[in-house]
């Protein structure tokens, strides 16, 4: 099966959002209660959410991974002005959100995501990348190792009524 990666529009914003929805709940339905995963997504991952980056082209870039002939999307790769509890500079860029499904993994898909948004970051002269990753989630971790990022610290993120540790990483470009 073909996957092609394109920039995503305003008319997206309701692909992007059940996708995201749908990695989330298929990579933390092992950790986290079913009553934190609905309220997360309702609120980070309804398409209201992804209309309003949608229409911010200026600040939120989005590339979307569909399949090949008009298929459904299967992932996206979103770079946005950093939010992350490090030292950021103006030509740093966060690689806010890297959702691919899992049945797509092992494939590449991932790691052409990435690229894209890499190349995406420099385009706009970004000279550094973050992104934050559940610290426990170690094949994140590995696949962001793998494509050249390092750790840069550490930050709490709330879902529901519990804070987790996610790592912080960074990635010169």
């Known amino acids: 099966m073909q996957i092609e990666i394109r920039p995503?529009?305003?008319?997206?914003?309701?692909?992007?959002?059940?996708?995201?929805?749908?990695?989330?709940?298929?990579?933390?339905?092992?950790?986290?209660?079913?009553?934190?995963?609905?309220?997360?997504?309702?609120?980070?991952?309804?398409?209201?959410?992804y209309a309003g980056w949608l229409q911010r082209p200026e600040a939120y870039r989005l590339w979307g991974a569909e399949v090949a002939?008009?298929?459904?999307?299967?992932?996206?790769?979103?770079?946005?002005?950093?939010?992350?509890?490090?030292?950021?500079?103006?030509?740093?860029?966060?690689?806010?959100?890297?959702?691919?499904?899992?049945?797509f993994h092992g494939g590449g898909v991932g790691a052409r995501l990435m690229q894209t948004a890499l190349e995406g970051a420099?385009?706009?002269?970004?000279?550094?990348?973050?992104?934050?990753?559940?610290?426990?989630?170690?094949?994140?971790?590995?696949?962001?190792a793998r494509q050249g990022f390092t750790e840069a610290g550490v930050r709490k993120f709330r879902v529901g009524a519990n804070t987790y540790d996610d790592l912080v990483l960074a990635k010169d470009l």
């Open 122 to 144: 420099r385009a706009l002269g970004a000279r550094r990348v973050l992104l934050g990753v559940f610290g426990e989630n170690a094949s994140a971790i590995a696949f962001y």
């Open 69 to 103: 002939g008009g298929g459904p999307m299967v992932g996206y790769v979103m770079l946005s002005p950093p939010d992350l509890p490090v030292r950021t500079g103006p030509p740093d860029l966060e690689i806010k959100r890297i959702y691919l499904l899992s049945r």
């Open 8 to 49: 995503c529009g305003p008319g997206d914003a309701a692909a992007l959002a059940l996708v995201g929805q749908a990695t989330f709940l298929e990579t933390y339905a092992h950790v986290l209660p079913g009553a934190d995963i609905v309220a997360h997504c309702e609120r980070e991952h309804g398409a209201d959410r």
